[in-house]
C-alpha cells in the first residue's frame, strides 16, 4: 500500500513538471512571436522607444502663485536666485506664462509702468550677472 502511494506521488509530481516545461516552452513559443529585431523596426517605432534622460542637476525650482516653476539652465537658475523674490516673479511671469505687463500688474497689485521698469531692468541685471559668471550672451 505504502508502495502504491509513493509510485502515484512520483507520477503526481513527473506530471507537474512536465505540464510546467510544457507551459514554459508555450510562453518562449509566444513571446519570439512578439519579439521584433531592432534592424526591422520603423524609425517611427524607433523614436517611440527612445527615452531622453531629463535629469538636471542644477535645476532650480522657483515657487510662484501655487505653481512650481522648474528652471534647467544652471546659469539662468544662480541669476534668478540672485534677484530679489517680486523681480524675479515678474520675469517669471513675462517669460514662463507669457503674461503681459498688465495682466502682471494686475496679479501683483502694481502699476504697469512699474511693472515694464522692473522686468526690463531685472532683465539687464541677469545678464550682467549671467556674463560675470562667464555665460556668453549675444544679441540678435
Known amino acids: 500500500m505504502e508502495q502504491n502511494k509513493e509510485h502515484a506521488f512520483d507520477a503526481f509530481c513527473k506530471r507537474v513538471v ?4 510544457v507551459n514554459i516552452q508555450l510562453e518562449y513559443s509566444r513571446q519570439e512571436q512578439q ?5 526591422d523596426l520603423t ?3 524607433r523614436r ?4 531622453i534622460d531629463t535629469y538636471a542637476p542644477e535645476r532650480r ?6 505653481m512650481d516653476m522648474e528652471i534647467s539652465d544652471g546659469n539662468l537658475g544662480r541669476a534668478l536666485d540672485a534677484v ?13 506664462l507669457g503674461m503681459t505687463d498688465v495682466e502682471i500688474a494686475k ?6 509702468s512699474t511693472v515694464q521698469y522692473r522686468r526690463t531692468s531685472t532683465l539687464e541685471q541677469l545678464r550682467k550677472i549671467m556674463e560675470e559668471n562667464g555665460y556668453e550672451y549675444h544679441k540678435q
Open 84 to 96: 530679489s523674490k517680486e523681480r524675479r516673479d515678474i520675469v517669471l511671469l513675462a517669460y514662463l
Open 61 to 66: 525650482v522657483f515657487r510662484l502663485f501655487g
Open 43 to 45: 524609425p517611427e517605432e
Open 18 to 21: 512536465k505540464n510546467e516545461a
Open 48 to 51: 517611440q522607444l527612445q527615452y
Open 35 to 39: 519579439e521584433v529585431v531592432f534592424s
Open 107 to 112: 496679479r501683483l497689485g502694481l502699476n504697469r
